[in-house]
């Protein structure tokens, strides 16, 4: 599986953006997958997490609220749309992809697929 993280930029406190996540790959839906972000000078840390189905999805407390993931099997494409930006929200966002659920899902090392990155920065 590939992927191709997009649609960070440059947001106002308060603020929305949509990031999308391009995924390569016949069985898509057999991948769960994963938003993780890592702010300058900290590890890389868990945003939000979607079964293969969609059915179920999990978030850090952190963006409990006001993000939200989902996805689209049909197009393989995964989605994080971003409300109320805070400027701690500020970070370089990856897409994580994994075929098998052995390990926690907020752990970066149990996931075996990662987009490029794109940088979300939000102005206070």
């Known amino acids: 599986v590939q992927l191709q993280a997009s649609g960070g930029g440059l947001v106002q406190a308060g603020g929305s953006l949509r990031l999308s996540c391009a995924a390569s790959?016949?069985?898509?839906?057999?991948?769960?997958v994963a938003w993780f972000r890592q702010a300058p000078g900290k590890e890389r840390e868990f945003v939000a997490y979607?079964?293969?189905?969609?059915?179920?999805?999990y978030y850090a407390d952190s963006v409990k609220g006001r993000f939200t993931i989902s996805r689209d099997n049909a197009k393989n494409m995964i989605y994080l749309q971003m409300n109320s930006l805070k400027p701690e929200d500020t970070a370089v966002y990856y897409c994580?992809?994994?075929?098998?659920?052995?390990?926690?899902?907020?752990?970066?090392?149990?996931?075996?697929?990662w987009g490029q990155g794109t940088q979300v920065t939000v102005s206070s």
């Open positions: 790959g016949r069985t898509f839906s057999d991948y769960r």
């Open positions: 994580a992809a994994r075929r098998y659920t052995s390990n926690s899902m907020s752990l970066p090392g149990s996931y075996d697929y």
């Open positions: 979607i079964t293969g189905s969609g059915s179920a999805t």
